[in-house]
């Protein structure tokens, strides 16, 4: 089974843009794969915070992420701060990478840019390291990912065929994929515009944990044009298609079959608004139990980063691989994993899978604010 991995960052609430564009396929993909979803708070540090903010925010995500159908006995659901070796591995990745190849990051010299007058912090320029951690972990084979964040995996690729260089054959190479798109939605006061969670206007932003009078308000005030015809095109009438593909994403009809069915604005506003509440619903009851319920999600969330260590310390081996790892043993007792063998192969005292395994997540969880 191909091993995916994505990761979401939690800043900002999910809105229905995240949803019925990637979270939607996240649910339907767990089933196809053998699929990862690490939550990942780390890199949201590259952001100053007040305290407590960032543990908010990921156990928001997290239960949002539960309640949208992520299984945690079907797929592995983890904070990234949770497994340890993320940040451990992470070191080895900055030591594998160079300062020019960092310099060279994109998205890097874009933030840093716009922060100019701003805290930039040295996590902000080493987060590739950390997300190509991320990725080598897990012996990961694809990472859907949007062009953004494309450099990133090539850097990863490209580090981790320097590690196997250096110290043997010890990561798999991962590749981008483009991920399955779910419906395009665009922000309902601007539709030429993707639906953002920076957007303008709250009023063009649907929030997952909006309450059906607001959800029923926006769609009624949602921007269309001035003639009367309820046709599906992007081009020429981009608020009445946005509403038609949400509409559509929502019924699992076409938009182009919709638009049939209605000859003015008003209606369409109101079915669609209708259509969303009636889909939220069931995600925003599940969600409010879960957060209600900190015990169960900290549960669920422990489990994760159970199995994400477990995955982690059983990975599928090449025959190269299986020497190398024979090697490191015979070096150092105690069954290790791809990450500590990466560790050995550098140098460090290796870690053992009792070791880890007596780690609590929870306990040393940045972003697990309460025990229960
Ligand atoms: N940098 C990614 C983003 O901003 C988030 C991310 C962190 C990630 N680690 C990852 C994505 C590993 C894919 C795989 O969207």
């Given at each position: 089974m191909t091993r995916v991995l994505s990761c979401i960052q939690p800043t900002g609430e999910v809105h229905l843009g995240n949803y019925l564009g990637a979270l939607r396929n996240w649910v339907s993909g767990q089933h196809e794969n053998d699929a990862f979803h690490g939550i990942v708070d780390l890199h949201a540090l590259t952001i100053t915070e007040g305290p407590d903010t960032l543990g908010t925010a990921t156990m928001e995500l997290a239960a949002m992420l539960f309640a949208v159908g992520l299984d945690p006995d079907v797929a592995t659901v983890f904070v990234q701060s949770h497994v340890t070796e993320h940040s451990q591995l992470a070191w080895m990745m900055e030591c594998t990478v160079s300062f020019g190849e960092l310099s060279r990051m994109t998205q890097f010299k874009d933030k840093s840019a716009k922060r100019e007058a701003e805290f930039i912090s040295a996590g902000l320029f080493t987060y590739p390291a950390l997300q190509a951690a991320d990725i080598l972990l897990y012996d990961t084979d694809e990472v859907p990912v949007g062009e953004d964040q494309r450099q990133h995996i090539e850097i990863t690729r490209d580090i981790a065929i320097r590690f196997n260089h250096r110290f043997g054959d010890t990561f798999v190479l991962p590749k981008a994929v483009t991920p399955k798109t779910g419906a395009r939605v665009m922000d309902l006061q601007d539709p030429t515009s993707k639906m953002s969670k920076s957007s303008e206007s709250g009023a063009g932003l649907v929030n997952m944990l909006d309450d059906p009078a607001g959800i029923a308000r926006k769609f009624k005030r949602a921007v269309t044009d001035s003639d009367s015809e309820v046709r599906?095109?992007?081009?020429?009438?981009p608020g009445v298609s946005n509403l038609l593909e949400i509409l559509a994403a929502c019924t699992g009809d076409t938009p182009e079959a919709l638009a049939s069915r209605y000859t003015q604005y008003g209606p369409l506003k109101r079915d669609t608004g209708e259509a969303v509440v009636e889909l939220l619903a069931p995600i925003q009851a599940r969600y409010h139990e879960l957060i209600a319920d900190r015990g169960e999600l900290q549960a669920l969330l422990r489990t994760g980063a159970g199995k994400a260590r477990r995955r982690r310390c059983h990975p599928r081996q090449s025959p190269g691989r299986r020497r190398h790892a024979a090697r490191l043993t015979a070096r150092s007792p105690g069954q290790m994993s791809s990450a500590c063998r990466s560790a050995a192969a550098a140098g460090p005292a290796p870690c053992t899978s009792s070791s880890v395994a007596a780690a609590d997540p929870a306990a040393r969880s940045i972003s697990a604010p309460n025990r229960s």
């Amino acid at each position: 089974m191909t091993r995916v991995l994505s990761c979401i960052q939690p800043t900002g609430e999910v809105h229905l843009g995240n949803y019925l564009g990637a979270l939607r396929n996240w649910v339907s993909g767990q089933h196809e794969n053998d699929a990862f979803h690490g939550i990942v708070d780390l890199h949201a540090l590259t952001i100053t915070e007040g305290p407590d903010t960032l543990g908010t925010a990921t156990m928001e995500l997290a239960a949002m992420l539960f309640a949208v159908g992520l299984d945690p006995d079907v797929a592995t659901v983890f904070v990234q701060s949770h497994v340890t070796e993320h940040s451990q591995l992470a070191w080895m990745m900055e030591c594998t990478v160079s300062f020019g190849e960092l310099s060279r990051m994109t998205q890097f010299k874009d933030k840093s840019a716009k922060r100019e007058a701003e805290f930039i912090s040295a996590g902000l320029f080493t987060y590739p390291a950390l997300q190509a951690a991320d990725i080598l972990l897990y012996d990961t084979d694809e990472v859907p990912v949007g062009e953004d964040q494309r450099q990133h995996i090539e850097i990863t690729r490209d580090i981790a065929i320097r590690f196997n260089h250096r110290f043997g054959d010890t990561f798999v190479l991962p590749k981008a994929v483009t991920p399955k798109t779910g419906a395009r939605v665009m922000d309902l006061q601007d539709p030429t515009s993707k639906m953002s969670k920076s957007s303008e206007s709250g009023a063009g932003l649907v929030n997952m944990l909006d309450d059906p009078a607001g959800i029923a308000r926006k769609f009624k005030r949602a921007v269309t044009d001035s003639d009367s015809e309820v046709r599906f095109d992007r081009e020429t009438k981009p608020g009445v298609s946005n509403l038609l593909e949400i509409l559509a994403a929502c019924t699992g009809d076409t938009p182009e079959a919709l638009a049939s069915r209605y000859t003015q604005y008003g209606p369409l506003k109101r079915d669609t608004g209708e259509a969303v509440v009636e889909l939220l619903a069931p995600i925003q009851a599940r969600y409010h139990e879960l957060i209600a319920d900190r015990g169960e999600l900290q549960a669920l969330l422990r489990t994760g980063a159970g199995k994400a260590r477990r995955r982690r310390c059983h990975p599928r081996q090449s025959p190269g691989r299986r020497r190398h790892a024979a090697r490191l043993t015979a070096r150092s007792p105690g069954q290790m994993s791809s990450a500590c063998r990466s560790a050995a192969a550098a140098g460090p005292a290796p870690c053992t899978s009792s070791s880890v395994a007596a780690a609590d997540p929870a306990a040393r969880s940045i972003s697990a604010p309460n025990r229960s």
